[in-house]
């Protein structure tokens, strides 16, 4: 399946404006800290799905993908452990972030 290069910004563009729309509507944090859901998770495992889709058929694909998660992983913990969200809205931020990603990448498959 041929992807366009362009697609990765599309959707983390798309991504922030939902975390921030979401933020905005539970009124929980502000546009760019805290709150639910966790902008940082989304955008990282955004970017990991991304990564992965991205490589489709390379033979570097798994190694790659990989360190792509263990970095989203990271940046999930690190948001917990600074004490910046909590488990459930890094969960909500990192689901997200990878199903938009996800969504956007096969609607504009050609």
Same mark, same amino acid.
């Given at each position: ?32 800290? *805290? ?57 909500? *931020?990192?689901?997200? *972030? ?13």
């Amino acid at each position: 399946m041929k992807r366009p290069r362009w697609l990765w910004i599309v959707a983390l563009v798309l991504v922030v404006v939902i975390v921030i729309s979401m933020k905005a509507l539970s009124g929980r944090g502000t546009p760019l800290r *805290g709150g639910w859901p966790s902008g940082h998770a989304a955008v990282a495992f955004a970017g990991w799905m991304a990564v992965t889709l991205t490589l489709d058929g390379s033979e570097h694909r798994f190694l790659v993908s990989s360190l792509a998660l263990i970095m989203a992983l990271l940046v999930a913990q690190t948001r917990v452990e600074a004490g910046v969200h909590s488990s459930l809205e890094v969960a909500t *931020g990192a689901t997200l *972030g990878a199903i938009v990603t996800l969504a956007i990448f096969q609607v504009f498959s050609v």
